[in-house]
T-cell receptor, first 116, second 111 residues
Framework: NAGVTQTPKFRVLKTGQSMTLLCAQDMNHEYMYWYRQDPGMGLRLIHYSVGEGTTAKGEVPDGYNVSRLKKQNFLLGLESAAPSQTSVYFC???????????????FGEGSRLTVL | EDQVTQSPEALRLQEGESSSLNCSYTVSGLRGLFWYRQDPGKGPEFLFTLYSAGEEKEKERLKATLTKKESFLHITAPKPEDSATYLCAVQASGSQGNLIFGKGTKLSVKP
């Protein structure tokens, strides 16, 4: 039972570099999310997807792009990393909206990104 | 603006010392309120969903309750393994399933 898998788990970037975080889920969930977690700020939604081929902006989308080409994968990209993007990034998935369990998110273990 | 406030920020208990964590919320139509547990270096883990005022859910030493303005997570006779950060989140009616999280309460239970 893999659940939600994030890669890489740790990464150090220099300002201006680009990178992609990969999230994979094996639960056939429709909804997928990318959050960032910073000390004293709580979890904040970056982007989300309500199904294959769809994406939408969350609370803090600037500086990030996402793609959902396959139902099981959700990619988060940083085109030009900035020190303000130093954070722990969590991917999550949930069942299709309309059911009673869309708020029951399954989270990955996180990807710790440092931008120097 | 939809908002979730958790208190206290941190709570230190002795093993067996019962207490409660608070989650106050303002939301334009509540679809659901959720409690999660997060261990250091891990992702949050779902605990409970509450949908309407008066509802209660229990799991081992944890009991979650809901009113129209707030939710409580009661911890009865806690053990050291209950030490974690507890997160509260709300889902508003009309949202696309998105949750608004509080900043969490860090619970430490000493033996």
């Amino acid at each position: 039972n893999a659940g939600v898998t994030q890669t890489p788990k740790f990464r150090v970037l220099k300002t201006g570099q680009s990178m992609t975080l990969l999230c994979a889920q094996d639960m056939n969930h429709e909804y997928m999310y990318w959050y960032r977690q910073d000390p004293g700020m709580g979890l904040r939604l970056i982007h989300y997807s309500v199904g294959e081929g769809t994406t939408a902006k969350g609370e803090v989308p600037d500086g990030y792009n996402v793609s959902r080409l396959k139902k099981q994968n959700f990619l988060l990209g940083l085109e030009s990393a900035a020190p303000s993007q130093t954070s722990v990034y969590f991917c999550a998935s949930s069942l299709r909206q309309g059911g009673s369990r869309t708020g029951e998110l399954f989270f990955g273990e996180g990807s710790r990104l440092t931008v120097l | 603006e939809d908002q979730v406030t958790q208190s206290p920020e941190a709570l230190r208990l002795q093993e067996g010392e019962s207490s409660s964590l608070n989650c106050s919320y303002t939301v334009s139509g509540l679809r659901g309120l959720f409690w999660y547990r997060q261990d250091p270096g891990k992702g949050p883990e779902f605990l409970f969903t509450l949908y309407s005022a008066g509802e209660e859910k229990e799991k081992e030493r944890l009991k979650a309750t809901l009113t129209k303005k707030e939710s409580f997570l009661h911890i009865t006779a806690p053990k050291p393994e209950d030490s974690a950060t507890y997160l509260c989140a709300v889902q508003a009616s009309g949202s696309q399933g998105n949750l608004i999280f509080g900043k969490g309460t860090k619970l430490s239970v000493k033996p």
